[in-house]
Protein backbone atom coordinates (compact mmCIF):
# COMPACT_ATOMS: atom_id res chain seq x y z
CA UNK A 1 0.00 0.00 0.00
CA UNK A 2 1.06 3.34 -0.59
CA UNK A 3 2.03 5.59 1.89
CA UNK A 4 0.47 8.87 1.26
CA UNK A 5 1.97 10.44 4.51
CA UNK A 6 5.38 9.16 3.67
CA UNK A 7 5.36 10.84 0.28
CA UNK A 8 4.00 13.70 1.14
CA UNK A 9 6.73 14.37 3.90
CA UNK A 10 9.19 13.76 1.30
CA UNK A 11 8.30 16.13 -0.86
CA UNK A 12 7.48 19.12 1.62
CA UNK A 13 9.56 20.47 4.86
CA UNK A 14 6.22 20.95 6.24
CA UNK A 15 2.39 18.97 5.90
CA UNK A 16 -0.66 20.43 6.86
CA UNK A 17 -3.03 18.50 9.19
CA UNK A 18 -7.21 20.16 9.19
CA UNK A 19 -8.77 21.87 11.60
CA UNK A 20 -11.90 21.71 13.33
CA UNK A 21 -14.71 19.05 11.77
CA UNK A 22 -16.49 19.37 14.34
CA UNK A 23 -17.00 22.76 14.90
CA UNK A 24 -17.72 23.06 11.33
CA UNK A 25 -20.76 20.54 12.00
CA UNK A 26 -21.52 22.82 14.43
CA UNK A 27 -21.92 25.91 11.97
CA UNK A 28 -23.82 23.80 10.07
CA UNK A 29 -26.23 22.78 12.80
CA UNK A 30 -25.08 19.92 15.05
CA UNK A 31 -26.11 20.63 18.13
CA UNK A 32 -23.96 21.02 21.33
CA UNK A 33 -23.42 17.70 23.12
CA UNK A 34 -24.78 15.49 20.21
CA UNK A 35 -22.25 13.54 19.47
CA UNK A 36 -20.74 14.28 15.55
CA UNK A 37 -19.77 11.15 14.34
CA UNK A 38 -23.29 9.76 13.75
CA UNK A 39 -23.48 12.84 11.11
CA UNK A 40 -21.98 10.59 8.85
CA UNK A 41 -24.83 8.21 8.17
CA UNK A 42 -27.58 11.03 9.51
CA UNK A 43 -25.92 14.11 7.44
CA UNK A 44 -23.52 12.86 5.04
CA UNK A 45 -23.76 16.18 3.22
CA UNK A 46 -22.84 18.19 5.84
CA UNK A 47 -19.83 16.19 6.51
CA UNK A 48 -18.31 16.55 3.33
CA UNK A 49 -19.22 20.33 3.08
CA UNK A 50 -16.44 20.65 5.93
CA UNK A 51 -14.08 18.31 4.55
CA UNK A 52 -14.04 19.88 1.27
CA UNK A 53 -13.23 23.27 2.99
CA UNK A 54 -10.70 22.31 5.09
CA UNK A 55 -8.79 20.45 2.23
CA UNK A 56 -9.83 23.67 -0.12
CA UNK A 57 -7.93 25.76 2.43
CA UNK A 58 -4.86 23.58 1.99
CA UNK A 59 -5.13 20.67 4.12
CA UNK A 60 -3.19 17.45 2.98
CA UNK A 61 -3.84 15.07 5.96
CA UNK A 62 -8.00 14.92 6.35
CA UNK A 63 -8.93 13.55 9.29
CA UNK A 64 -11.85 11.30 9.64
CA UNK A 65 -15.36 12.34 11.30
CA UNK A 66 -14.65 8.96 13.57
CA UNK A 67 -12.89 10.37 16.92
CA UNK A 68 -15.76 8.28 19.60
CA UNK A 69 -16.76 6.17 16.77
CA UNK A 70 -15.78 2.94 19.12
CA UNK A 71 -18.51 0.24 20.17
CA UNK A 72 -18.33 1.51 23.32
CA UNK A 73 -20.33 4.68 22.13
CA UNK A 74 -22.08 3.22 19.29
CA UNK A 75 -22.62 -0.31 19.20
CA UNK A 76 -22.77 -2.51 16.47
CA UNK A 77 -22.79 0.92 14.17
CA UNK A 78 -19.95 2.19 14.97
CA UNK A 79 -18.32 0.26 11.80
CA UNK A 80 -20.20 1.40 9.60
CA UNK A 81 -19.58 5.34 11.15
CA UNK A 82 -15.76 4.39 10.34
CA UNK A 83 -17.08 2.89 6.88
CA UNK A 84 -18.62 6.35 5.98
CA UNK A 85 -16.14 8.57 7.86
CA UNK A 86 -13.49 7.86 5.40
CA UNK A 87 -15.68 7.40 2.65
CA UNK A 88 -16.63 10.87 2.97
CA UNK A 89 -13.37 12.20 3.75
CA UNK A 90 -11.77 10.29 0.95
CA UNK A 91 -15.20 12.16 -1.36
CA UNK A 92 -14.12 15.50 -0.28
CA UNK A 93 -10.29 15.12 -0.89
CA UNK A 94 -9.22 13.08 -3.26
CA UNK A 95 -5.53 13.93 -3.10
CA UNK A 96 -5.29 14.18 0.68
CA UNK A 97 -4.05 11.27 3.13
CA UNK A 98 -7.37 10.34 4.95
CA UNK A 99 -6.53 9.86 8.57
CA UNK A 100 -8.62 7.37 10.87
CA UNK A 101 -9.41 9.18 13.83
CA UNK A 102 -9.46 7.65 16.97
CA UNK A 103 -10.16 9.34 20.13
CA UNK A 104 -9.57 8.57 24.07
CA UNK A 105 -12.00 5.97 25.59
CA UNK A 106 -12.07 7.53 29.23
CA UNK A 107 -11.89 3.83 30.27
CA UNK A 108 -8.01 2.23 30.87
CA UNK A 109 -9.91 -1.52 30.82
CA UNK A 110 -11.57 -1.16 27.98
CA UNK A 111 -9.39 0.87 25.17
CA UNK A 112 -8.00 -1.73 24.56
CA UNK A 113 -10.50 -3.86 22.86
CA UNK A 114 -12.30 -0.01 21.66
CA UNK A 115 -9.09 0.85 20.00
CA UNK A 116 -8.42 -2.78 18.24
CA UNK A 117 -12.06 -2.65 16.88
CA UNK A 118 -12.15 1.56 15.57
CA UNK A 119 -8.46 0.82 13.75
CA UNK A 120 -9.63 -2.33 12.15
CA UNK A 121 -12.90 -0.52 10.72
CA UNK A 122 -10.84 2.44 9.60
CA UNK A 123 -8.17 0.60 8.00
CA UNK A 124 -11.21 -1.87 5.93
CA UNK A 125 -12.68 1.13 5.03
CA UNK A 126 -9.58 2.32 3.23
CA UNK A 127 -7.91 4.75 5.81
CA UNK A 128 -4.37 5.57 4.60
CA UNK A 129 -3.35 6.05 8.10
CA UNK A 130 -4.27 5.59 11.47
CA UNK A 131 -4.50 9.16 13.98
CA UNK A 132 -4.63 8.38 17.65
CA UNK A 133 -5.49 11.35 19.38
CA UNK A 134 -4.65 13.37 22.73
CA UNK A 135 -3.39 10.36 24.15
CA UNK A 136 -2.80 10.44 28.21
CA UNK A 137 -0.40 7.88 29.85
CA UNK A 138 1.62 4.84 28.67
CA UNK A 139 -1.04 2.36 28.86
CA UNK A 140 -3.07 4.82 25.91
CA UNK A 141 0.41 4.75 23.87
CA UNK A 142 0.52 1.01 24.20
CA UNK A 143 -3.10 0.17 23.08
CA UNK A 144 -2.91 2.19 19.86
CA UNK A 145 0.15 0.27 19.17
CA UNK A 146 -1.61 -2.62 19.62
CA UNK A 147 -4.64 -1.67 17.74
CA UNK A 148 -2.06 0.10 14.95
CA UNK A 149 0.47 -3.32 14.47
CA UNK A 150 -2.17 -6.11 12.98
CA UNK A 151 -4.25 -2.92 10.64
CA UNK A 152 -1.12 -3.32 8.38
CA UNK A 153 -1.39 0.75 7.85
CA UNK A 154 0.81 3.60 9.16
CA UNK A 155 0.15 5.41 12.39
CA UNK A 156 0.23 8.59 14.47
CA UNK A 157 0.50 9.04 17.63
CA UNK A 158 -0.57 12.67 19.39
CA UNK A 159 -0.25 13.09 23.24
CA UNK A 160 -2.23 15.54 26.12
CA UNK A 161 0.31 17.72 26.84
CA UNK A 162 -1.42 19.09 30.23
CA UNK A 163 1.54 17.09 32.39
CA UNK A 164 3.89 20.17 31.64
CA UNK A 165 1.93 22.52 32.90
CA UNK A 166 2.92 20.56 36.06
CA UNK A 167 6.09 20.03 38.31
CA UNK A 168 9.74 19.31 36.53
CA UNK A 169 8.97 15.52 37.16
CA UNK A 170 5.57 15.56 35.74
CA UNK A 171 6.88 17.40 32.81
CA UNK A 172 9.81 15.05 32.80
CA UNK A 173 7.87 11.99 32.45
CA UNK A 174 5.97 13.09 29.34
CA UNK A 175 8.59 13.59 27.74
CA UNK A 176 9.89 10.33 28.51
CA UNK A 177 6.46 8.91 27.51
CA UNK A 178 6.52 10.41 23.94
CA UNK A 179 10.29 9.29 23.37
CA UNK A 180 9.22 5.77 24.29
CA UNK A 181 6.47 5.56 21.96
CA UNK A 182 8.59 7.17 19.09
CA UNK A 183 10.60 3.85 19.16
CA UNK A 184 7.38 1.24 19.02
CA UNK A 185 8.14 -1.27 16.13
CA UNK A 186 6.60 -1.12 13.69
CA UNK A 187 7.27 3.19 14.86
CA UNK A 188 4.71 5.73 14.25
CA UNK A 189 4.94 7.74 11.06
CA UNK A 190 5.20 10.67 13.58
CA UNK A 191 4.43 11.74 17.06
CA UNK A 192 3.43 14.76 18.90
CA UNK A 193 0.93 16.95 20.44
CA UNK A 194 -2.63 17.35 20.64
CA UNK A 195 -3.52 20.75 22.84
CA UNK A 196 -6.82 21.71 23.49
CA UNK A 197 -5.78 24.54 25.72
CA UNK A 198 -4.57 26.36 22.65
CA UNK A 199 -1.63 27.35 20.96
CA UNK A 200 1.05 28.09 23.88
CA UNK A 201 0.59 24.46 25.76
CA UNK A 202 1.00 23.36 22.46
CA UNK A 203 4.31 24.86 21.93
CA UNK A 204 5.35 24.49 25.54
CA UNK A 205 5.14 20.76 24.96
CA UNK A 206 6.71 20.91 21.79
CA UNK A 207 9.69 22.37 23.16
CA UNK A 208 9.97 20.58 25.80
CA UNK A 209 9.84 17.30 23.63
CA UNK A 210 12.89 18.75 21.43
CA UNK A 211 14.72 16.65 18.51
CA UNK A 212 13.69 13.11 18.08
CA UNK A 213 14.35 11.23 14.96
CA UNK A 214 10.69 10.74 13.57
CA UNK A 215 8.55 13.44 12.26
CA UNK A 216 7.40 16.06 14.98
CA UNK A 217 3.42 16.77 14.69
CA UNK A 218 1.67 19.51 16.51
CA UNK A 219 -2.29 20.71 16.54
CA UNK A 220 -3.67 23.29 18.88
CA UNK A 221 -6.94 24.73 19.14
CA UNK A 222 -7.87 28.57 19.32
CA UNK A 223 -8.20 28.79 22.74
CA UNK A 224 -11.35 27.95 25.12
CA UNK A 225 -14.33 27.89 24.09
CA UNK A 226 -16.58 30.37 25.30
CA UNK A 227 -20.81 30.15 24.52
CA UNK A 228 -21.90 33.55 23.44
CA UNK A 229 -25.69 33.47 21.54
CA UNK A 230 -25.65 30.05 21.41
CA UNK A 231 -22.78 29.66 19.80
CA UNK A 232 -18.83 28.57 20.87
CA UNK A 233 -16.75 31.51 20.31
CA UNK A 234 -12.65 30.94 20.48
CA UNK A 235 -10.32 33.85 21.58
CA UNK A 236 -7.83 33.24 19.18
CA UNK A 237 -7.65 34.39 15.47
CA UNK A 238 -5.21 34.58 12.57
CA UNK A 239 -2.62 36.54 14.24
CA UNK A 240 -2.04 34.10 17.04
CA UNK A 241 -2.83 30.72 15.19
CA UNK A 242 -0.22 31.86 11.85
CA UNK A 243 2.17 32.77 14.85
CA UNK A 244 1.91 29.50 16.67
CA UNK A 245 2.41 27.93 13.29
CA UNK A 246 6.17 30.15 12.86
CA UNK A 247 6.64 28.98 16.12
CA UNK A 248 5.97 25.41 15.68
CA UNK A 249 8.08 25.19 12.59
CA UNK A 250 11.07 26.45 14.56
CA UNK A 251 10.52 24.42 17.12
CA UNK A 252 10.95 21.39 14.61
CA UNK A 253 7.15 20.27 13.91
CA UNK A 254 6.84 19.04 10.11
CA UNK A 255 3.30 18.30 10.77
CA UNK A 256 0.94 21.36 11.67
CA UNK A 257 -2.38 22.13 12.28
CA UNK A 258 -5.50 22.38 14.62
CA UNK A 259 -8.65 21.39 15.80
CA UNK A 260 -10.96 23.48 17.71
CA UNK A 261 -12.06 26.58 16.51
CA UNK A 262 -9.49 26.23 13.02
CA UNK A 263 -12.03 26.73 10.30
CA UNK A 264 -10.94 26.84 6.70
CA UNK A 265 -10.27 30.65 7.12
CA UNK A 266 -7.65 30.28 9.94
CA UNK A 267 -6.17 27.14 8.24
CA UNK A 268 -5.34 28.94 4.79
CA UNK A 269 -3.91 31.59 6.66
CA UNK A 270 -2.20 29.46 8.35
CA UNK A 271 -1.21 27.70 5.05
CA UNK A 272 0.07 30.81 3.54
CA UNK A 273 2.25 31.44 6.73
CA UNK A 274 3.81 28.27 6.18
Given amino acids: MADRLSAKLARHRMVLVDGGVVDGLHALGL???????????????AVLDVHRGLAAAGAEIVTTNSVGA?????????????????????IAAPDAAIAGAIGPTGSPFERRFLFTGQAAALASAGADLLWFEALADAGDASAAFEAARPSG???????????????HEAAQRFVELVASASRFDPRPIAI???????????????????????????????GLPELK???????????E????????????????GGFGGVDSTLLAAIADAL
Fill in 229 to 239: GGALVRPFGVE
Fill in 31 to 45: PLGEPPEAWCLDRPE
Fill in 153 to 167: IPYVLTFDPRPVLGD
Fill in 70 to 90: NHGRYGDEAEAICAASVRLAR
Fill in 241 to 256: MTGYAIVARRLGARIV
Fill in 192 to 222: GVDSGLGPELALKALGAIGALDIPLVVRANA
